[in-house]
Structures are given as C-alpha cells and as structure tokens.
C-alpha cells in the first residue's frame, strides 16, 4: 500500500498552505500595486485545496497563476527566489516551507502510524509517494522514517522525470520499489488531496483510499473508499475488500 504524505501521515498541509499563502500575497500584492489593479489574496483553504494541494512545487506555481489569468515565464531550476518566473516562486516557496516547519513544528498522525503498524504486521507492504522534496526530512524529524519501505519523493521524480500529480508515475514508481512484480490491480493507495486521488484512479490501482479531513467530496474524484479518520479502517478490512474483489 503507498501513501502520499502530507495530510494522510503528517500534518504538514496547514504548514504548506500557510507557506503558499505567504508567496503568493506577497506576490499578487506587488504585482497588483505594479499594475494598478486589486489584490485579491491567496485563499489558503479553497486556493491551496483546488490549485497546489498533491502537486509539485512548479505545477502548484503555474496551477495557482492560471487561475488568476497570470502568465509569466517558466524559468530554470537555479533561478533565485526574487526573480518574475514560475521556478523562482516554487523555490521561495520552498524556503518558506522550511522556515515554517520550524516555526510551527511538525507532528504526524498517530492512527495513520498504527495503521501503516498494523498493515506491516499482515505482511503488506508499505511506502511513500510524496510529491514535496522535503519527504525524508520530514518523516525523519518526525521518528517514522524506518516504518516504509521506499519513499518515492520530488527528488526522485526530477531524477527520474516522472509527471506529477494527477499522473500515476510516482505511485507506480513507488509499487515497483516494494514489490518483484508490481500490479497496480492487488494495490492500494492513500491520498487526501484531489489531484492524487485521481492519480491513483489514473494508476489502475484496485483500492483508492481517500482520507477526507477537508470535506473534498474525494469519491467524485475517483476514491473508491472513504474516511475521514485512520480509526475507521483495519488492516484485516483492507485484506477482505481485496479478497471480496477477486470474488467478484
């Protein structure tokens, strides 16, 4: 089973959304004063929920400002942060990340944990796919590292050139690192954002779990399975629906 990371094993979501709504203010704020025109703020629930939640860092970028109708240029990776173009914003938005985890900290979910505990204990695999660069650090701040078996995280995805969400390629990436011959159809993921959901819809994976903390309406999006709290699934129930669908 692979998990994404943010909002289903920690709780770094309000972090990141507070760290985009920081960029992004800042931005259209000078911007709007640049061009004469009003500054209508980054809406750190319906904004980062629609446009950035599950996305890599440029995606996320280029998403948001597509929406507002603001084109500007790409960029190159190295750009520094003060520069006008999608990559540089993605890179302040990075360092923004950073100084807000240790402003406000990090946790991780307890029952997530336990679930993933007891996944282990019936023999199932499990990983991460995460689209943030900033995977390892955080699953190590938190102590949880060692209970997965891959982590497929942003770096791998440049490495490898993987698209990001809502393409499969990092779930299926990930699938292949716990298991000989990966099949997505005896898989499961976990995601809570829209655009992994339908990652996962996208991967052909048998079991979509969708973790629903921001009322999203995930099985419009392709969850086969939803909840709302780690309470409310068992290891043995994620064995029986498999064991109910090659019945069927």
């Given at each position: 089973?692979?998990?994404?990371?943010?909002?289903?094993i920690?709780?770094?979501?309000?972090?990141?959304a507070?760290a985009w709504?920081e960029?992004?203010?800042?931005?259209?704020?000078?911007?709007?004063q640049?061009?004469?025109?009003?500054?209508?703020?980054?809406?750190?629930?319906?904004?980062?929920?629609?446009?950035?939640?599950?996305k890599?860092?440029?995606?996320?970028?280029?998403?948001?400002?597509?929406?507002?109708?603001?084109?500007?240029?790409?960029?190159?990776?190295?750009?520094?942060?003060?520069?006008?173009?999608?990559?540089?914003?993605?890179?302040?938005?990075?360092?923004l990340?950073?100084?807000?985890?240790?402003?406000m900290?990090?946790?991780?979910?307890?029952?997530?944990?336990?679930?993933?505990?007891?996944l282990?204990?019936?023999?199932?695999?499990?990983?991460i796919?995460?689209s943030s660069?900033?995977?390892?650090?955080?699953?190590?701040?938190?102590?949880?590292?060692?209970l997965?078996?891959?982590?497929?995280?942003?770096?791998?995805?440049?490495?490898?050139?993987?698209?990001?969400?809502?393409?499969p390629?990092?779930?299926?990436?990930?699938?292949?690192?716990?298991?000989?011959?990966?099949?997505?159809?005896?898989?499961?993921?976990?995601?809570?954002?829209?655009a992994?959901?339908?990652?996962?819809?996208?991967?052909?994976?048998?079991?979509?779990l969708?973790?629903?903390?921001?009322?999203?309406?995930?099985?419009?999006?392709?969850?086969?399975?939803?909840?709302?709290?780690?309470?409310e699934?068992t290891?043995?129930?994620?064995?029986?629906f498999?064991?109910?669908?090659?019945?069927?």
């Amino acid at each position: 089973m692979v998990f994404d990371l943010d909002g289903v094993i920690t709780f770094t979501a309000r972090v990141h959304a507070a760290a985009w709504k920081e960029l992004f203010d800042s931005y259209l704020a000078a911007r709007a004063q640049r061009l004469g025109q009003s500054f209508v703020p980054f809406d750190a629930k319906s904004d980062y929920l629609q446009y950035v939640d599950g996305k890599p860092r440029y995606d996320g970028v280029a998403s948001f400002l597509s929406s507002r109708g603001i084109q500007i240029p790409f960029g190159h990776a190295d750009d520094s942060p003060e520069a006008e173009t999608v990559t540089a914003l993605g890179n302040r938005k990075d360092e923004l990340f950073k100084r807000k985890v240790d402003e406000m900290g990090v946790d991780y979910d307890h029952q997530a944990v336990r679930f993933v505990e007891d996944l282990r204990a019936h023999g199932i695999h499990v990983g991460i796919a995460s689209s943030s660069k900033n995977a390892i650090p955080i699953l190590t701040r938190c102590g949880i590292l060692g209970l997965f078996e891959a982590v497929v995280d942003g770096n791998v995805s440049d490495n490898r050139r993987l698209h990001g969400k809502p393409a499969p390629d990092i779930f299926l990436a990930c699938l292949s690192e716990l298991v000989a011959s990966p099949d997505a159809e005896r898989a499961a993921i976990a995601e809570d954002a829209i655009a992994g959901v339908e990652a996962g819809r996208n991967g052909g994976f048998r079991l979509v779990l969708g973790v629903d903390r921001t009322h999203s309406r995930l099985e419009q999006y392709g969850a086969n399975w939803v909840i709302t709290d780690f309470r409310e699934i068992t290891a043995a129930q994620v064995i029986s629906f498999f064991e109910s669908a090659q019945v069927a």
